[in-house]
């Protein structure tokens, strides 16, 4: 049995059975015999059943929400945000259904076609920070290609995923298309990316176990796609909003306690302006609201557990220009840090998962591409300037699979999301996630012309 805690509170609140190699190897079973008819339903009806799915985590919006906030220690605002998503991430799918499809090639002798063929049995491996909607990701280009799935969640943070499961059967998504399998990762998720039966693994987690993840997935030749860690570059030039690159630098690397692998937690600005930019970060840090995740004010939350939080104060003593409130009775509260320092340092150059950002000054356009690039990790960005040309050549010129520019926003249901680099490759979100979970079959008709 695995014992679930709020972070927040340090309560017990659930157990939950940890699935074994055994159990592993009969939901890939289960997944297996229900593939052929799942891939045979007509596309309007495999779309109808995600479409309903969408309705009913829609309909139990609030519960999930409740749920995944407990299970997290997310705010509950930022719940009921990622709760939408999900149920916006379904309907997309839902739409995609009939609109990913082959092409006619012209050669000589007869036609070319191709077709989008779904793989068969994918296993998804989810982490903590973003439980459900990280799922709903891989789950809706999953099954809208016509795969059956196994979908492990985090040791941690199981609750939500279960109980989508049970939606997903509400919804009359056939027994054994959608199947769930809450346990450790180096049991069933290891399980999982040896099977000979599991086509691909779709992962998100950390570089470190997406580098065993590849290696496992060598045995069998498995598709894999590897979302992973970030150590992203928010850079911020002296022509910018200053004032309002600094209102928004504090959601987008203290947001989800700084445990988003988009975090922006190197804060990169031209020397130029920095004094005058860490002056209104300190001002704008210290307003964010830390404390009960299921107060709707609330902008913080906890750590995940005490374990994490000793990870994270390890990245957090040195050099540090602001520090913020956060409770300190129950609970695996961590307070947001600022901190000066160089790019060579650790905090710097690891992703510590927390919150704790890592300031430091540039001189130039070159300096802060060089700075940016200088790290193994290439996930996400921002780049703050008044100078379109400046905002076109940067985000040209930096090692990442997104960026925005005057914005710390990553992610639109409708658009790629990934990296490059240690950060992972294959794509999530948009049409792009349909490739990722489809093979190419190329058919030749002889035809005697
Ligand atoms: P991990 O420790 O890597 O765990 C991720 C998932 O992998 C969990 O379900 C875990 O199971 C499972 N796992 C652990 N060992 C495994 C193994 N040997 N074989 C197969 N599966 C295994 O990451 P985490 O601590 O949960 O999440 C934080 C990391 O995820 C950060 O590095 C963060 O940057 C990254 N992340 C990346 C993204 C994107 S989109 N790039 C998004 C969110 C998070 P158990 O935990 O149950 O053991």
Redesign the pocket.
Known sequence: MTVVLNPATEEEIAEIPGASVEDADLIVQAARRAFPAWRAIAPADRARLLRRLAGLVEEHGEELALLETRNVGKPIQDSRGEVAMVAEVFYFYAGAVDKHHGETIPVAGGVDLTFREPLGVVGL??????PIA?ASWKLGPALACGNTVVL?????TPLTAVRLGELALEAGIPVGVLNVLP????VV??R??EHPDVAKIG????????R??MA?AAGTIKRVTL????KSANIVFADADLEAAAASAPVAVFGNAGQ??CARSRILVERSAYDRFVELLVEASGEVRVGDPEDAATQMGPLISADHREKVSSYADDNVVFRGNAPSDRGFWFPCTLVEATNEDRVARE?V?GPVAALIPFEDEDDAVRIANDTPYG?SGSIWTRDGAQALRVARAVETGVLSVNSNTSVRVATP?G?FKQ??FGR?LGMHAMDGYSEVKNVYIATGE
Do not use: H, R, Y
């Open positions: 491996i989810v982490p903590w920070n973003f990280i492990k969640p985090a040791e941690l346990g450790s990762g180096s998720g290891q999982l990316v992962f998100t987690g950390s570089t470190e176990v997406g065993s993840v496992g979302e992973l860690g970030g988003d692998c992703e998962f996930l999301f990296g950060s992972g999530e």
